[in-house]
T-cell receptor, first 113, second 112 residues
């Protein structure tokens, strides 16, 4: 079946540091890949997406590239801010699972001034 | 454009009771999905409704049920509540199953 594996957190970075959150997946079909972000006490916000191999999703300085050969979708940002502190979830969906989103366990990010 | 609205935001119920949660999707979205979020199990898919029909269902007991109305609003019901049902319940709407899903703020259910 489908599955998503994310790096364990928490990740603590200083402001303006480079961020990478690793995400790898297992899927039997051709999934679309997503990153969602959850701020304390809130629901999930769609951060970026990619629907096919080699697509690069980007938003608010965050980027992730769909790598089929390594089954990965790592999230990166060149310079993090305190306001980026949140929990980040990698997710996939495909027709084999009826398009239900399959989430990783989430990576907590804390950015300190 | 208004986002996904879930009501209520917080609920406290007693074991054995039942509860109904409500979700109003983004205007024009026909697909509504429900997810349960707990610290131990993470985010798990409950079910999806499209045009008033359940199209997909996760691995949850029959105590968890839902429905969708003609205006796409959806409700989920949990009967005979157990302590382990305490969770954040998230609703997501999308135009169709494969288009990006947008989430509401969730309903925090506490079972005591």
């Amino acid at each position: 079946g489908n599955s998503v594996t994310q790096m364990e957190g928490p990740v603590t970075l200083s402001e303006e540091a480079f961020l990478t959150i690793n995400c790898t997946y297992t899927a039997t079909g051709y999934p679309s890949l997503f990153w969602y972000v959850q701020y304390p006490g809130e629901g999930l916000q769609l951060l970026l997406k990619a629907t096919k191999a080699d697509d690069k999703g980007s938003n608010k300085g965050f980027e992730a590239t769909y790598r089929k050969e390594t089954t990965s979708f790592h999230l990166e940002k060149g310079s993090v801010q305190v306001s980026d502190s949140a929990v980040y979830f990698c997710a996939l969906r495909d027709s084999n699972s009826g398009y239900a989103l399959n989430f990783g366990k989430g990576t907590s990010l804390l950015v300190t001034p | 454009k208004a986002g996904v609205t879930q009501t209520p935001r917080y609920l406290i119920k007693t074991r054995g009771q039942q509860v109904t949660l409500s979700c109003s999707p983004i205007s024009g979205h026909r697909s509504v999905s429900w997810y349960q979020q707990t610290p131990g199990q993470g985010l798990q898919f409950l079910f999806e409704y499209f045009s008033e029909t359940q199209r997909n269902k996760g691995n949850f007991p029959g105590r968890f049920s839902g429905r969708q109305f003609s205006n796409s609003r959806s409700e989920m019901n949990v009967s005979t509540l157990e302590l382990g049902d305490s969770a954040l319940y998230l609703c997501a709407s999308s135009f169709d199953s494969w288009t990006p899903a947008f989430f509401g703020q969730g309903t925090r259910l506490t079972v005591v």
